[in-house]
T-cell receptor, first 111, second 110 residues
């Protein structure tokens, strides 16, 4: 059965710290991996990764995929209180339209 | 603004009642998804439409759930004979390789 596992489940850091969020996946005929940020409402799209070893960056956020080891990491540098959220990753298998989400990592950034 | 409007934003209903939610993409999109999210969990896939055709449906979706997209634009999700376990956030999403979610409808069954 397809599954996506995220770690840690929760994380508390102070402003200015750097964090690494982990996502491992077992997805049939893997097609892509997506990262989302969810505050109190709907998930907001961050990145889509399809190729191994190519880093995607947006400001202080970056993400990379390792298709051999079946995982992805998301780094957030110089964290701010506004980064506090649940970060979700999702795998997309080929031959289906669904995204398989992990349970998320809850990040809290203290001032 | 993600380009998806969902109504209502909140719904409280008594167990056994039927409820219907609506999803309106602001612009034309071929692909439309419904997901359900409970507290502490990631979104769980319910169903997928390409235009008006429902091409995939989760096996977790019981017969009490039905979704339509009659003209390939807006979509509705109906839950019949609601149960307390149906309490969740129901999310609509549009997109191609990546999905963009609406604000969701929070359902509480009492």
């Amino acid at each position: 059965e397809d599954k996506v596992v995220q770690s840690p489940l929760s994380l508390v850091v102070h402003e200015g710290d750097t964090v690494t969020l982990n996502c491992s996946y077992e997805v049939t005929n893997f097609r892509s991996l997506l990262w989302y940020k969810q505050e109190k409402k709907a998930p907001t799209f961050l990145f889509m990764l399809t190729s191994s070893g190519i880093e995607k960056k947006s400001g202080r956020l970056s993400s990379i995929l390792d298709k051999k080891e079946l995982f992805s990491i998301q780094n957030i540098t110089a964290t701010q209180t506004g980064d506090s959220a649940v970060y979700l990753c999702a795998g997309t298998p080929s031959g289906t339209y669904k995204y398989i989400f992990g349970t998320g990592t809850r990040l809290k950034v203290l001032a | 603004d993600t380009g998806v409007s969902q109504n209502p934003r909140h719904k409280i209903t008594k167990r056994g009642q039927n409820v219907t939610f609506r999803c309106d993409p602001i612009s034309e999109h071929n692909r439309l998804y419904w997901y359900r999210q409970t507290l502490g969990q990631g979104p769980e896939f319910l169903t997928y439409f390409q235009n008006e055709a429902q091409l995939e449906k989760s096996r977790l979706l019981s017969d009490r759930f039905s979704a339509e997209r009659p003209k390939g634009s807006f979509s509705t999700l109906e839950i019949q004979r609601t149960e307390q376990g149906d309490s969740a956030m129901y999310l609509c999403a549009i997109g191609g390789g990546e999905a963009f979610f609406g604000q969701g409808t929070r359902l509480t069954v009492v």
